[in-house]
């Protein structure tokens, strides 16, 4: 009788797990799952105008970027003081590379790849996991040596990004990640 018992127990739990798929998001599914989204490319994002405190980071950066872009011959800038504020306004000029991107209020510039390292860690959350994993750079182009003036980085580098998932039924679903980036085109 409690061996019936027993059977029918671990029949009923084997029945539910194949019915509702693992419990439990395993860290090579996510891995799996978060690298059909890489390479990504990297983008130097240059703004039509922006507004900066004077002597502030972004100031700096701003005025690097005015450095940077207009020694190459790539963009006209326009800066005008503001009070204790100076807008910066960036123009592409005709002879910029042609795969210089019109965006939402600038234009991007590719300046390298953002490859996928691995998940380094999973956190369950009230409704699913959330995964943390590494990329990497790589594949500079022409203009990388831009983006790492301006944000002190080196090809081989890497970053944490997070991934949050949701349990839908049997299977798992990944909702957003905090990567700014876009897949390769």
Not at 122 to 135: C, F, Q, S, W
Request: charged content about 25%; overall charge positive.
């Amino acid at each position: 009788m409690i061996m019936s018992m027993r059977l029918l127990l671990v029949s009923s739990a084997l029945i539910l797990t194949l019915a509702c798929g693992s419990s439990q998001l395993s860290q090579r599914e996510a891995a799996s799952d978060i690298r059909k989204d890489y390479p990504v490319t990297v983008m130097i994002r240059v703004p039509d105008t922006r507004l900066a405190v004077k002597g502030s980071t972004d100031h700096a950066r701003l005025l690097k970027m005015q450095e940077l872009l207009t020694k190459d011959g790539w963009f006209a800038t326009f800066r005008s003081e503001e009070g204790n504020q100076e807008r910066f306004t960036f123009k592409p000029l005709p002879q910029a590379p042609k795969d210089f991107r019109t965006a939402l209020r600038g234009v991007e510039i590719p300046a390298a790849q953002a490859e996928f390292v691995k998940v380094t860690g999973m956190e369950p959350t009230r409704d699913g996991a959330k995964v943390n994993y590494l990329i990497r750079l790589a594949q500079p182009t022409a203009y990388f040596p831009v983006f790492q003036a301006l944000y002190g980085v080196k090809v081989g580098d890497t970053k944490e990004r997070h991934a949050l998932y949701r349990k839908e039924g049997r299977s798992w679903v990944l909702q957003t990640t905090n990567e700014s980036f876009k897949k390769a085109e």
